[in-house]
Structure formats: C-alpha cells, structure tokens
C-alpha cells in the first residue's frame, strides 16, 4: 500500500487519468490531496485541509508594508496553492515543488542578490531553511526542519514570524548608531587626550578625567542597547 502526491502514484504506475476532472475539483477547494494505492490500482484519497490562521492576514499585511516580497513555496497542487494564495493575498505562488527544488529556487533567489528569508515547518523544508540566508521554523514543526533553521518560534503563528524581523531591524539600528557614537565620541575624545590642544592653549586632558569620559561613553552605549527591553512588535489591526 502507497500513500502520497500524484508523482507517487507515477512511480507506483497508477493510473489517475480518468479521475482527473474530480481529483482537479478537489484541489480548487484549497484541499492537500493524498492517494491511497496498492500495487498499481488505486483504491482512493484523502482531502484535507487547513483553516487560516486568524492573524495570517494580518501578518501578510505587515510584511507588505515592511516592503517584503511574499512567495508561497508549497508542494501541494498549484490549484490548492493558489486557492490558499488568494485567501492570503500572496501573488506569487510556486507549487508542485520538491525538497530538492525548494532548496534550489531559494538559492536562484540569493543568486539574483536577494535577501531571502524562508520559513517552513516540515521535513520537505529542511533544505530550503538551511540555504536561506535567514530560516524560520515553527515551534511544532519537525526535528530536522528546527536543527536547520536559524530561529524557531515558540508558536505556530506567523505573526511571530514578522515580529523577528522586525526585531531583527530594530535590533541593527542600535547596534549601527552605537557604532556611529562610539566613532564619534572617539575622533574627538583622542584627540583631545593626546594633547591636540596643548600648543594653543597650554590645556591637557588630565588622564583621570579621560579614563571617566571613555567609561561614560561605554555606559552610552550599553544603556542604549537596554532600551531594547522596551521594545513591543506593532499591532497591525485587521
């Protein structure tokens, strides 16, 4: 007995053509389709379906207005897929992929100098997450899906997805303006120190005072680096 995708039954030669008309009604529905077969006769399939998230739309919304490109990478049939695109407001859908093929179109994507993010939670994105330059996986997803990812996410929500990138953001931004101060702070506090002033006017930074200025600029930086703390992902209403 084979239980699986159409190109199962096509190593299993089974022969699905004269279902084809009901098989296709089926995947309109948004439904994954797994056929059951024994030898090369089929014996049927099961339909099932997921029901969205509430706040996958939501979190689609705040990927569009965080200027991300959203591409759903499946390898159910492209008539589910696009079932569930239109649901989501996804506008580019690749469907009827491989794990080999997933891996591969992430790659084709980083070639054409694009940042790509990937999350997933099966077995059949390990490879995908591991070849992304950032992998996600849901917090229920399997083993191997959350060794190769970067993040995993405690909850099965996509909300909390975009809520690590943008952490992610914030969190460069202040490293960024720590740099900008610490280089800053430095170009004129060294100067300063070594007695650039000395010759016009007979002024030294005495050394007790500069050991208090660079301990100053450390405690800057740290503090700045503690408002992090406070930091809440935005809301996006509905």
Known sequence: VAIGNEPLMEQCKVDLIEYQKRIQQAAAKGVTISFVSKGNVLLGWIEVSDALRSTTKNA?????????????????????????????????????????????????????????????????DAAALAVADVGIAMGAGSDIALES?????LRNDLMDAMSALELGRVTVNKIRTNLWWAFIYNIIG????????L??????????????AMSLSSISVVANSLTLKWWRPRQIEA
């Open 190 to 197: 060294i100067p300063l120190a070594m007695g650039l002033l």
């Open 149 to 153: 990812a970067d993040i995993v996410l």
């Open 60 to 124: 689609l919304k705040h990927a569009r207005r965080s200027n991300l490109e959203v591409i759903m990478l499946t390898g159910d049939r492209t008539e589910a897929a696009e079932q569930i695109a239109k649901e989501c407001g996804i506008d580019e859908v690749v469907a009827n992929v491989r794990p080999d093929e997933k891996a591969e179109f992430i790659a084709s994507l980083k070639d054409r100098g694009k940042h790509v993010a990937m999350i997933g939670d099966g077995i059949n």
């Open 199 to 212: 010759p016009w006017t007979g002024w030294l930074l005495p050394p007790a005072f500069a050991a208090a």
